[in-house]
């Protein structure tokens, strides 16, 4: 499980640093390897291999019937990209999603349980200021 949160400039050719943390956090089964995609509310997506695995059996078993998961699995499908780590721990960000998620020069990583996340700052910011969860309501969920 992923959590915390990092800045991170992004080098020349879209490489940006995965924290150490999340890089220790790896299993065998990940074989130093992410599959990067686009992400909710304009960031992006980060899955450990072995965790995107399960994630594209759970798209998989989605109607392709239904239009509305044919655009889910398009979503996540059609943008992911497998990046594996460098010996000095980072990744290459494919330029088609530097400019999904407005990244040019600095990033915020998060861990967001199986998942890391990577932000524009500004963005990141504005969603962290419009997502107090103490003013939110989830069924079955408390604070």
């Known amino acids: 499980m992923f959590n915390g949160r990092y800045s991170y400039a992004i080098e020349e050719k879209g490489r940006v640093f995965v924290p150490v943390k999340f890089r220790r956090g790896l299993s065998p089964e990940a074989e130093d390897t992410f599959v990067i995609t686009r992400g909710f509310d304009g960031c992006l997506a980060m899955y450990p291999l072995d ?36 010996s000095q721990g980072r990744i290459r960000i494919p ?28 963005a990141y910011e504005k969603q962290e200021k ?14």
């Open 95 to 122: 330029n088609h999603l530097l400019e999904f998620a407005q990244l040019d020069s600095g990033t915020v990583i998060i861990g967001v349980l199986d998942r890391i996340e990577i932000w524009n700052p500004g």
């Open 51 to 86: 965790r995107w695995r399960e994630f594209e059996e759970q798209l998989g078993e989605l109607p392709a019937s239904d239009p509305e998961a044919r655009r889910i699995v398009r979503w996540f499908s059609a943008n992911a990209e497998y990046v594996r780590l460098d």
């Open 130 to 143: 419009e997502s107090d969860p103490t003013s939110m309501h989830l069924e079955g969920f408390k604070f």
